[in-house]
């Protein structure tokens, strides 16, 4: 099978996929006990003003015809209008997408930055405590209440030490830097604005790490047993008999074999990351699109929510296939095998 | 019958043996034990009633009368801590008993049946699997409203297509084994089948799947409760109370981190006896 028919067979299969979530979307929206038109209009409108309401957002229709409006509007980037805030749901996530993207990329570099030469030590130093100390990490990691460690460190940090803020972007007062590509890391940098690019990095480390913990694990765990399944390989063997330096061994040679099947892995962290956000984002107050929905889930609003699912489902299948596309620049492999 | 008995007793011996050969495994069992023991006798350990207002010791620091001290009605956290293991490991041994009974049978039904059936079942499950988890249960556990019970059903429903998936797939590589074969051509029905040789050569990584996933379902109910979605004060449940102890953070550390590493340890527990589980179960394992 050539490469073009893979990706063709899986954007078929991305279509299908959204179709699905659509459904299941619709379907939890009509699940709510309440009238969404009441809720809207608010307890004092009239009988008349719900009416109108309900009328307006075609919930008198019968279903199947809502859903073909549902999905009608889908197609056209509609994912319904906020009763928190009024505007089009995907404005509003689109607004907060920014905040969320860099915390999730500032992880996902935390935690690969660590958990890749955490999973290598523990694989080359197999069952030593350096290995235990790693494997303990990733248990403590895939146990952790995540909100709970971010309000640990808020305790440590802010409270006791006040090395560090404890919520919030930048401190209050600074200019936001002008926007490019709404990472405030990058755009003060552009900017010049050494201040603002400083206390955006102060603000970002405690989410960071909190929202990264959980994936350190997975990312070590991962790079633990494919470089000790590449370290058993004949080639291996070959190069030590040569007589080549260990390290060059295990760096050159091993680990970007062991590299390969861990892309995956890491691609799909950048999705659990975007959505593991919801939680982070609530502790530290940071505005992305986690807090965005934990308000609409607080003040009942289903369009936000629902909205939400489909979009990040959307992203998350989106990285999927851009994984296997990778996977098959970097193992040419693949190909042939099909 | 009586080969089948010995056999069955000697891989239960021999899963013993390797137990305790384990020390992370029999930590874990041991945790377990601990706090669900520690659940199981909160009435007879909590030295207070968790839900007694006591506004003349509100927001003590631990001390020998409060060993984990009070909240911000004077309610004692060790005992609420107690009584909502209760709560909290209630709702992971549900999920994941109901999540893992109702997921193998669709599975295994499916890889069985195959044709239309499979693929239509499959489809479904590959929608649901491709929604992330904590958004699809968040998105159900609103749209039934937020308590407890509702969060325990929506985080369910979102755990059983992984057990489908899991079991299928078991059934699938089953099926093809000489032995079904062989006793195919015996005549056995389709029900014997999987009673006798699917179920039973399936269960193993699914029982693995399940230890693991009692520490996802606590987590992610405590995450519901943190989030206003799961349990509602003034129950006593471990992420409802992280939350409730936000607003005293600073100067009150004691209430938000008791629970919490209620949590973190009993999550702990569960993942390790699955894990260890998990390496005692997988032949591949053994080899190396």
Do not use: C
């Given at each position: 099978m050539s490469v073009f028919q893979i990706i063709f067979k899986r954007l078929v299969g991305l279509v299908f996929v959204v179709l699905g979530v659509s459904v299941i979307t619709f379907i939890v929206s009509h699940l709510i006990p309440g009238d969404p038109a009441r809720l809207i209009a608010g307890d004092r409108a009239s009988e008349a003003m719900v009416d109108a309401i309900r009328e307006k957002l075609g919930l008198n229709l019968p279903l199947y015809e809502q859903y073909w409006l549902y999905l009608k509007g889908l197609l056209q980037g509609d994912l319904g209008t906020s009763i928190r805030t009024?505007?089009?749901?995907?404005?509003?996530?689109?607004?907060?997408?920014?905040?969320?993207?860099?915390?999730?990329?500032?992880?996902?570099?935390?935690?690969?930055?660590?958990?890749?030469?955490?999973?290598?030590?523990?694989?080359?130093?197999?069952?030593?405590?350096?290995?235990?100390?790693?494997?303990?990490?990733?248990?403590?990691?895939?146990?952790?209440?995540?909100?709970?460690?971010?309000?640990?460190?808020?305790?440590?940090?802010?409270?006791?030490?006040?090395?560090?803020?404890?919520?919030?972007?930048?401190?209050?007062?600074?200019?936001?830097?002008?926007?490019?590509?709404?990472?405030?890391?990058?755009?003060?940098?552009?900017?010049?604005?050494?201040?603002?690019?400083?206390?955006?990095?102060?603000?970002?480390?405690?989410?960071?790490?909190?929202?990264?913990?959980?994936?350190?694990?997975?990312?070590?765990?991962?790079?633990?047993?494919?470089?000790?399944?590449?370290?058993?390989?004949?080639?291996?063997?070959?190069?030590?008999?040569?007589?080549?330096?260990?390290?060059?061994?295990?760096?050159?040679?091993?680990?970007?074999?062991?590299?390969?099947?861990?892309?995956?892995?890491?691609?799909?962290?950048?999705?659990?990351?975007l959505y593991g956000a919801v939680l982070t984002e609530t502790v530290f107050s940071w505005p992305g699109m986690g807090l965005y929905v934990v308000n609409s889930i607080q003040a009942l609003d289903f369009p936000a929510v629902m909205g939400f699912a489909v979009l990040v489902s959307f992203v998350y299948v989106l990285l999927n296939l851009l994984v296997d596309l990778l996977y098959l620049i970097i193992d040419p492999r693949i190909k042939e095998v099909g | 019958m009586r080969a089948m008995v010995a056999s069955l007793k000697h891989r239960s011996s021999y899963f013993w043996y390797q137990l305790r050969r384990s020390p992370m495994t029999m930590i874990g069992l041991g945790i377990i034990i601990f706090m669900c023991l520690s659940a199981l006798l909160a009435p007879v350990l909590a030295p207070y009633n968790p839900d007694v207002i006591n506004l003349r010791a509100r927001l003590q620091a631990p001390s020998m009368a409060h060993f984990f001290g009070t909240d911000e009605v004077g309610r004692d956290i060790f005992s609420r801590v107690l009584y909502g293991g209760q709560q909290s490991i209630g709702v992971g041994l549900f999920v994941a008993f109901v999540a893992s009974f109702i997921g193998t049978i669709i599975g295994c039904f499916s890889g069985i049946f195959g044709k239309w059936v499979d693929t239509i079942i499959m489809r479904i499950m590959d929608v649901m699997l491709s929604i992330p988890s904590l958004v699809l249960t968040m998105a159900l556990a609103a749209a039934l409203g937020p308590s407890l019970f509702n969060a325990m059903l929506a985080i369910t429903l979102v755990r059983i297509p992984y057990y489908v998936r899991l079991a299928r797939g078991q059934t699938l590589g089953i099926r093809e084994m000489v032995y079904v074969k062989a006793a195919q051509t015996f005549g056995a029905s389709r029900r014997h089948i999987v009673q006798w040789h699917v179920?039973?050569?399936?269960?193993?990584?699914?029982?693995?799947?399940?230890?693991?996933?009692?520490?996802?379902?606590?987590?992610?109910?405590?995450?519901?409760?943190?989030?206003?979605?799961?349990?509602?004060?003034?129950?006593?449940?471990?992420g409802a109370m992280v939350s409730a102890g936000r607003n005293f953070l600073i100067d009150q550390w004691w209430y938000s981190t008791f629970p919490g590493l209620a949590i973190l340890i009993t999550a702990i527990g569960f993942n390790l006896l699955g894990d260890g589980m998990r390496d005692m179960l997988d032949p591949k394992q053994k080899v190396k």
């Open positions: 009024g505007r089009p749901v995907l404005q509003d996530l689109l607004a907060f997408f920014p905040a969320t993207m860099e915390l999730a990329l500032v992880s996902l570099m935390l935690a690969i930055l660590m958990g890749v030469p955490l999973g290598v030590l523990s694989a080359v130093y197999k069952n030593k405590w350096i290995d235990q100390i790693a494997r303990t990490i990733s248990v403590m990691g895939i146990s952790m209440p995540a909100f709970w460690l971010g309000l640990g460190l808020i305790i440590i940090f802010y409270g006791h030490l006040s090395w560090l803020p404890a919520g919030g972007r930048i401190s209050q007062g600074l200019p936001v830097p002008p926007l490019v590509t709404g990472f405030y890391l990058v755009d003060s940098l552009l900017a010049g604005e050494m201040n603002t690019f400083y206390s955006a990095l102060k603000h970002i480390v405690l989410p960071a790490i909190t929202l990264s913990f959980v994936h350190l694990g997975v990312v070590s765990r991962q790079i633990r047993s494919s470089m000790l399944e590449q370290l058993s390989e004949d080639y291996i063997r070959t190069a030590k008999a040569y007589g080549l330096p260990k390290w060059q061994v295990i760096l050159r040679h091993a680990l970007p074999n062991a590299l390969i099947p861990s892309v995956t892995v890491l691609g799909l962290a950048l999705g659990d990351l | 179920i039973r050569n399936a269960l193993p990584p699914i029982i693995v799947q399940t230890t693991l996933d009692i520490g996802n379902a606590i987590l992610m109910a405590a995450a519901l409760g943190f989030i206003g979605l799961g349990a509602q004060q003034p129950t006593a449940e471990w």
